[in-house]
């Protein structure tokens, strides 16, 4: 009941912020509607900001223990941030500082491609 109050007062989220700060602060004790929230930041997060911090944040919380709801988040920004202006952020985040030195082999993870790919265009 209590996860349903809760998830009806998050669908009026203007931007995704406010979901956003919801998994922040009750990180560990909502994982049982993460799923949820993750839907809900989606919806909500018109421009990729949130979905991107969002998926930020679960990777340095626990990246397998989240790996589902990053790989969800990390898919929406691809298609939210039409302009580029937060997936880039994603890179060092999820894939290690060290990434550029690394793209063959990241390359075959499908996200890593896809963001790579917008943010460093090239005649392919």
């Known amino acids: 009941v209590m996860s349903e109050e809760i998830l009806k007062k998050l669908r ?11 998994i922040a602060n ?6 049982d509607i993460m799923p949820k929230l993750v839907e809900n930041i989606i919806q909500v997060d018109r421009n990729g900001q949130f979905v991107v911090s969002t998926a930020r944040y679960l990777h340095a919380i626990d990246k397998d223990k989240y790996a589902d709801s990053i790989d969800t988040l990390v898919k929406a920004a691809i298609e939210r941030d039409r302009e580029h202006k937060y997936i880039p952020d994603l890179l060092g985040s999820i ?18 491609r896809r963001i790579y790919k917008r943010v460093f265009p090239k005649g392919i």
Do not use: P, Q
């Open 95 to 112: 894939w290690g500082a060290d990434y550029a030195e690394r793209v063959d082999e990241l390359n075959k993870d499908d996200n890593f």
């Open 26 to 31: 009750n990180i560990g004790n909502c994982d």
């Open 12 to 22: 009026k989220d203007e931007d995704g912020l406010a979901t956003y700060e919801y």
